[in-house]
């Protein structure tokens, strides 16, 4: 199983600044790999997939790189609406797996 | 519009069953793989189990395999989740997701509200 590791589990900053999310694999899963943003009572959302392709309606402010075990979301410039759960997801091997979340908070 | 809505939770005890509902519309169900997802309080979100278009092939978490079956009716747009033999650690809010395109690609958008799943004695 590969594992997906999520770091910070919470990152604290302000509206306009930039938010760097880290999602390292145990092993590679290529570009095999998406975000999610989930807020309190709403279901997740698909932000970005393969790597870096915006889902769509996803503003340009969200982007994603990365290859092989390390990966990074980021947020250019946070809007209110972007504090909330983040989560990394691979889809290179069975069983697919999620990131244990980064929690981006004011 | 595309609607996933997500039905069938509820409190139940250990060893007990219960049986979750997706009902699907705005899209052409049979042509989307389908799956469910469950949030819990201390491990997050964890994929549970994923269905083809057709519903000859499905795939499961470990944790889950002989206890759960995943099955469609795509003659009524409807994904199903049989969850027997429940446990504590099954505790969850359970989401249906359909794949993004319908080219196969295990990320899932959109996805169900969820429906909540408390197995406790």
């Known amino acids: 199983e590969i594992v997906l590791t999520q770091s910070p589990a919470t990152l604290s900053l302000s509206p306009g600044e930039r938010a760097t999310l880290s999602c390292r694999a145990s092993?590679?899963?290529?570009?095999?790999l998406a975000w999610y943003q989930q807020k309190p009572g709403q279901a997740p959302r698909l932000l970005i997939y393969?790597?870096?392709y915006r889902a769509t309606g996803i503003p340009a402010r969200f982007s994603g790189s990365g290859s092989g075990t390390d990966f990074t979301l980021t947020i250019s410039s946070l809007e209110p609406e972007d504090f909330a759960l983040y989560y990394c997801?691979?889809?290179?091997?069975?069983?697919?797996?999620f990131g244990g979340g980064t929690k981006v908070e004011i | 519009e595309v609607q996933l809505l997500d039905s069938g939770g509820g409190l139940v005890q250990p060893g007990g069953s219960l049986r979750l509902s997706c009902a699907a519309s705005g899209f052409t169900f049979n042509n989307y793989v389908m799956t469910w997802v469950r949030r819990t309080p201390g491990k997050g979100l964890e994929w549970v189990s994923t269905i083809s278009g057709s519903g000859d092939k499905t795939y499961y978490v470990d944790s889950v395999k002989g206890r759960f079956t995943i099955s469609r009716d795509n003659s009524e747009n409807t994904l199903f989740l049989q969850m027997n033999s429940l446990r504590v650690e099954d505790t969850a809010i359970y989401y249906c997701?359909?794949?993004?395109?319908?080219?196969?690609?295990?990320?899932?958008?959109?996805w169900g509200q969820g429906t909540l799943v408390t197995v406790s004695s």
């Open positions: 997801q691979q889809r290179r091997n069975w069983p697919l797996t």
């Open positions: 092993a590679s899963v290529d570009i095999y």
């Open positions: 997701a359909r794949d993004r395109t319908t080219v196969t690609s295990y990320w899932f958008d959109p």
């Open positions: 393969d790597t870096s």
